[in-house]
């Protein structure tokens, strides 16, 4: 096997000072934003005074999350000062109330569903083990205001979405276990456990049929099986594992241990394709930790996350257009 890529403190400090500069980055922005009128067209800061940076709300949530989680890893960062003066800035009371005041109103009921509503949970999970507990405090009525989205959503979602992108709710669920469990909100925990099982519960045999399309950067075959890991208890994922992917032992299907090429890294969606290698060497890597020691199935999925870092950490930083939120699902990936 390829030696093992790992999150080492030269690494981290690199990732930070990426995100340092852009998640107070207001253009290019893609904002998510429905106008009913004139009075609706304003300017990204002015529609969300922390997370206008990024080039869209949730790159740049995630963007704060890596930086929490480095900070957490390595304390002793060059950037930690940086950091620490951005989240002094930025997550305080008066300005999440601002985003609190975007996300009650009408026309943002579906505003970032799924995939920004995880990510925030997730960010204000990492921010628990933070050492100043004002930057959790002050995110947490936003927080909160996403609980309720779940606790609203999720019984009325009928079926799940598979696709490899932004609306895939297996994700969603996965970074959002991170908070239930961090905060101890055990109804929630609940809530996405029942829901992964209702949804994901019956899959059996998966083909991996259309992985990759054009502009996944999630695998929606292991992404399901890494959420259904995160959500089940080891006794219930094992046997539900060996009937969703019977074949692995045999690195079948053999297109989720292929990494993506990536033929153009200024278009937006083409790049995409980066994350679906990092996020695939995310899964393979926790999916393997929960097989039994020996497991033939084991070193295959190691050594094709490997296969997978190896195509994808090299181009983190470059065009804007992954530069802007790559370096996150790299920190996944490393510390899987």
């Known amino acids: 096997m390829a030696t093992r890529h790992e999150l080492d403190a030269e690494t981290a400090e690199r990732f930070a000072r990426i995100a340092l500069s852009h998640v107070t980055r207001e253009y290019p922005n893609k904002p ?120 609203d959503f999720l019984p009325i979602a009928a079926y799940p979405v ?28 609940a809530l996405l456990r029942e829901t992964a099982v209702r949804w994901y519960g019956p899959d059996a045999d998966c083909p991996a049929w259309g992985e990759p399309s054009g502009d996944d950067f999630l695998s929606s075959t292991l992404i399901e099986a890494e959420c259904m890991r995160r959500l089940l208890t080891p006794d219930a994922f094992r046997p539900w594992f060996d009937r969703f992917l019977p074949d692995l032992h045999q690195e079948q299907p053999r297109t989720i241990f292929t990494p993506v090429n990536v033929s153009d890294r200024s278009d937006g969606k083409i790049a995409h394709l980066d994350g679906l290698n990092l996020s695939r060497a995310w899964c393979l890597r926790s999916l393997a930790t929960a097989l039994p020691d020996g497991d033939p199935r084991n070193a295959a999925m190691m050594s094709a996350a490997e296969r997978h870092l190896d195509a994808a950490l090299p181009h983190i930083a470059g065009d804007y257009m992954g530069e802007h939120w790559l370096a996150s699902f790299a920190v996944l990936a490393l510390e899987a």
């Not at 067209?41 to 002015?46: G, L, S």
């Not at 890596?66 to 008066?94: T, Y």
């Not at 949970?121 to 930057?135: M, N, Y």
């Open 32 to 151: 998510g934003h429905v106008l009913l009128s004139d009075a609706d067209a304003r300017t990204p800061r002015d529609l969300h005074p922390v997370f206008y940076g990024s080039y869209d709300w949730h790159s740049c949530v995630h963007g704060y999350w890596m930086l929490a989680r480095l900070l957490n890893r390595f304390p002793g960062l060059p950037s930690a000062d940086d950091i620490e003066r951005l989240f002094d800035d930025h997550l305080v009371p008066d300005k999440i109330d601002a985003e609190c005041r975007y996300l009650a109103a009408p026309t943002a009921r579906g505003f970032e569903r799924p995939y920004g509503w995880g990510w925030l949970l997730k960010l204000s999970a990492e921010l628990v083990s933070c050492r100043d507990q004002r930057w959790f405090d002050a995110l947490s009525p936003l927080s909160g205001m996403f609980v309720e989205r779940f606790r």
């Open 162 to 189: 598979r696709v490899g992108t932004h609306f895939n709710t297996a994700f969603a669920l996965r970074l959002s276990a991170d908070y239930a469990e961090g905060v101890q909100d055990a109804r929630l925990l």
